[in-house]
């Protein structure tokens, strides 16, 4: 058993009710996990229906051998897991120590020890703890959005393209981040735009086509895949 583990996950939204047809996924204790697909394929859905924001039809969900199946996402929030979605993801006109603070809104006792040592993790924030969030640079941010989700503590963090928008350099600095995160403990799985990178930073992967699994398997052996390279690499 994994330490998340999605089993056979139908999900959608309203009368596209099946946009995940059956999806699996795992991410053990330690891990970064890489999910990377065609555009639509359903990887955000997937997160979403992990995180609580979706109920799925079918299908089950464990978070540390937990049924979240179908739970809000304040009480999959509180289990350990947290979720940053792809976009609207930080207040733009709070100040960043503003967000951390509603970061935490699940759980304000002990706040202030808690936004000490997420700024203490990210310097970029604690230098502009008192800046409007909408000042900060992409990069920033996305560090942001991650400092945010960090503010509970999960054992389990779901990132939904971290990287997205991001110049190479900002994206490489964003990944580094996201690496020390892991080493501190914290079990990641990241949609990723950017496959390769993803690949390069995950220990395994799924591939996502058309809301069902394509591949799976430890990342460096997919990124050396022939066919892998040839339609989800770039060659
Ligand atoms: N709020 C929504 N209401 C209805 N359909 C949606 C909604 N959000 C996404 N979809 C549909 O679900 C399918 C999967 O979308 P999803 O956002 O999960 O894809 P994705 O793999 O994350 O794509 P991308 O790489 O572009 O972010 C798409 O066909 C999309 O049109
Ligand atoms: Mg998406």
Redesign the pocket.
């Known amino acids: 058993m994994g330490l998340l583990t999605a089993t056979g996950v139908v999900a ?3 009368a ?1 009710d099946e ?1 995940l047809k059956g999806v699996d996924l795992r991410v053990e204790p330690g891990e970064i996990v890489g999910i990377i ?10 997160l ?1 229906a992990v995180a609580g924001l979706l109920k799925p039809k079918s299908g089950a969900i464990q978070l540390d051998n937990q049924d979240i199946t179908g739970k809000e996402p304040r009480d999959i929030s509180r289990m350990g897991l947290a979720y940053v979605p ?1 976009e609207h993801n930080i207040f733009p006109s709070m100040s960043v120590r503003e967000n951390l603070e509603m970061g935490g809104y699940v759980d304000p006792k002990g706040a202030k020890e808690r936004i000490d040592g997420v700024l203490g993790r990210f310097p970029v924030l604690a230098k502009k703890r008192r800046h409007a969030a909408r000042t900060l640079s992409g990069g920033e941010r996305q560090m942001l959005a991650m400092a945010m989700a960090l503010m509970v503590e999960p054992a389990v963090l779901l990132l ?2 971290p990287s997205a928008g991001l110049s190479p350099v900002a994206a490489e600095v964003l990944f580094d981040a996201i690496i020390k995160i892991n080493k501190e403990g914290v079990s990641i799985a990241m ?1 990723e ?1 950017n496959a390769n990178e993803a690949l390069a930073i995950s220990h395994r992967a799924y591939i ?1 086509v058309d ?1 069902k699994n394509s591949r799976t398997g430890p990342a460096a052996a997919l990124a050396a895949d022939p066919e892998i390279r040839r339609i989800f690499l770039g060659g």
């Open positions: 959608g939204y309203g596209a946009i697909g065609p555009n639509g394929a359903g990887k955000s859905t997937l979403k792809q939904d393209e949609v735009q996502l809301g």
